[in-house]
């Protein structure tokens, strides 16, 4: 398998309907969908782990105000939903957005650089 590191000020996790955390080490340190909105500080580069509609939503918004995110999917993004209309959104937020889609692909761990106060995938 081809290892992959990514960095980013915020990882946020957005993994589907439900509320969950991480289970890799370094997992503490993303925020949720939630929390990114109660952050004190502009969250910056953002990767987005999960492609349910909140993870598309928030990588959209992010994109909108101007900041970079980047989604990691497992495997199939808006799981449940119209697999044709699904591949369209992501292609769209890929190819047209310029939101940059990493799968399939989860996190093993997310350790903090302290020369750059960076996360790292």
Known sequence: DDVIRISAKTIL????????????????????????????????DTLVIGASYIGLECAGFLKGIG?????????IPLRGMDRDMSERVANYMSDRAGIPIIRPSVPTKIEKDSSTNKLIV
Not at 16 to 36: F, H, K, N, Q, Y
Not at 67 to 75: L, Y
């Open 13 to 44: 996790l957005a993994p589907g309907g439900r509320r969950t955390g991480i289970e890799c080490p370094g997992g503490d340190l993303a925020v949720s969908s939630d929390d990114i909105f109660r952050l004190n500080s502009d969250p910056g």
């Open 67 to 75: 900041r970079s995110a980047t989604i990691m999917m497992r495997s």
